[in-house]
C-alpha cells in the first residue's frame, strides 16, 4: 500500500485533518490472511499537549482457518487513537494501522470456534460430515509401543 503520511505541520495549521482510503492491502501480516482489502478513517487533531490519531479500520480480510484449512471471512473493525508528542514531525498513519491489524489478527484463526478440523486419518473435514474413523488420541500409555512400531 502507499504510505499514508500526515505532516504534523498541517495539521496544526488546521487543528484537525481528516481523511480516508479504501482498497489498503497490507503484506505480511500473517501467513494465515490472504488477501484484504480494508478501509480507513482517520482524524487528526492538533491539541495543547501535542497531537492526536483517532482512527477506524473496517472491512474483511480473507483468511485461511487454522485448523480445516478453509477460507473465512474474517470481519474487521477497528477504533483506536494514539497520541504523539507536540515535537512529533510527522504522523505516518499507514505503520500505525498494519500494528493494529498485526495485533488485531488471532493467533490462530479459525472458521469458527468450534471448529472441529480436519480428520488426521482421511483428512475430511469433520465440519462437513463424519467420516466415521477413529482418530481418537491413542492412549499415552501406548505411545511407547507405536514408536517401537515405526
Ligand atoms: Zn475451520
Ligand atoms: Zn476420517
Known sequence: MKDII?????????????GNSEGLVFDNVGELIKAQS???SYTANF???????NYN????????????????????????IKFYS?????????????????????QNTL??????????ICGTSKNKKAC???DKP???RWSKLKDLIK
Open 6 to 18: 500526515l505532516e504534523t505541520g498541517s495539521i496544526k495549521k488546521q487543528v484537525t485533518l481528516q
Open 132 to 134: 466415521g474413523c477413529n
Open 38 to 40: 480494508l478501509g480507513v
Open 57 to 80: 479500520i473496517y472491512g474483511t480480510l480473507k483468511a485461511v482457518c487454522a485448523r480445516c484449512l478453509e477460507e473465512f471471512e474474517l470481519p474487521v473493525n477497528i477504533s483506536d
Open 86 to 106: 507536540p515535537e512529533t514531525q510527522e504522523i505516518n498513519v499507514s505503520e500505525q494501522l498494519r500494528e493494529d491489524i498485526i495485533l488485531f489478527i488471532p
Open 111 to 120: 472458521c469458527q470456534n468450534d471448529c472441529l478440523g480436519l480428520c488426521q
Open 138 to 140: 491413542m492412549d499415552p
Open 47 to 53: 491539541i495543547d499537549g501535542g497531537f492526536t490519531l
